[in-house]
């Protein structure tokens, strides 16, 4: 498996920097090497605030797993 690292370097103002291009796209960047590891699409507010919602609905049954159910399903993955 590859491993992946989000440069999360951030610009003046406190905010992730995005270079070039695309501003509905974000660079990740290796921190140690500068290297471009991919491109994401830069969701919209209303997604975001979509995927929190279904989370934290989720989130009491993820937590009624305990320790070893987490685990165990997050090998299987």
């Given at each position: 498996?590859?491993?992946r690292t989000v440069d999360t370097s951030t610009g003046p103002n406190g905010?992730?920097?995005r270079t070039g291009g695309d501003?509905?796209?974000?660079?990740?960047h290796n921190p140690a090497?500068?290297?471009l590891i991919a491109t994401?699409?830069?969701?919209?507010?209303?997604?975001?605030?979509?995927?929190s919602s279904r989370l934290r609905a989720n989130q009491p049954a993820?937590?009624?797993l305990g320790i070893e159910g987490r685990y165990r399903w997050l090998g299987r993955l």
């Amino acid at each position: 498996m590859e491993r992946r690292t989000v440069d999360t370097s951030t610009g003046p103002n406190g905010a992730s920097e995005r270079t070039g291009g695309d501003p509905e796209q974000l660079e990740v960047h290796n921190p140690a090497t500068g290297e471009l590891i991919a491109t994401v699409s830069v969701d919209a507010p209303q997604a975001v605030a979509e995927t929190s919602s279904r989370l934290r609905a989720n989130q009491p049954a993820w937590e009624s797993l305990g320790i070893e159910g987490r685990y165990r399903w997050l090998g299987r993955l």
